[in-house]
């Protein structure tokens, strides 16, 4: 949640040693992060994965911070290329038309083309 109020006074401050965006932590993880790992110095990055596991801590313009986005994103498509392996003919019929648009939407294909809820079923069981 960017807060202009509460960050501009200090944003401003800083002049052009702060030209990025600045976001304010109403829940305090961020600081408690940065107590942890002994963080004094801003910008910082913590890349936090779907399992809360944390990935990456440090300076984002580290090309290791780059690296692990990439490794993220990879395993992030494959996750999504094994759950939908996973799916059956009869599961997916079993789904709405909107969730099957969905599938099909996340995973880059196009059903503009399709007029039948069976050929939905059939391009994702083909993807």
């Given amino acids: ?22 976001a304010i932590d109403k829940n305090g993880t961020a600081n408690e ?14 890349v936090i994965d779907a399992n809360g596991k944390i990935r990456y801590h440090g300076h984002p313009m580290e ?3 780059a690296n692990t986005l990439e490794k993220l994103n990879i395993e992030l498509e ?7 392996k996973s799916f059956t003919a009869d599961q997916l019929s ?23 809820k069976r050929e939905l079923v059939e391009r994702i069981l083909r993807l």
């Fill in 1 to 22: 949640v960017v807060s202009t109020q509460s960050t501009g006074p200090f944003v401003e401050q800083m002049g052009s040693k702060m030209n990025y965006r600045v």
């Fill in 33 to 46: 992060l940065m107590r942890a790992y002994n963080v004094t110095g801003i910008p910082h990055a913590f």
């Fill in 63 to 65: 090309p290791t911070f």
């Fill in 78 to 84: 494959e996750t999504k290329k094994s759950k939908l």
């Fill in 94 to 116: 079993a789904m709405s038309v909107k969730e099957l648009k969905q599938i099909l939407t996340d995973n880059g294909a196009d059903y503009r083309d399709l007029t039948e």
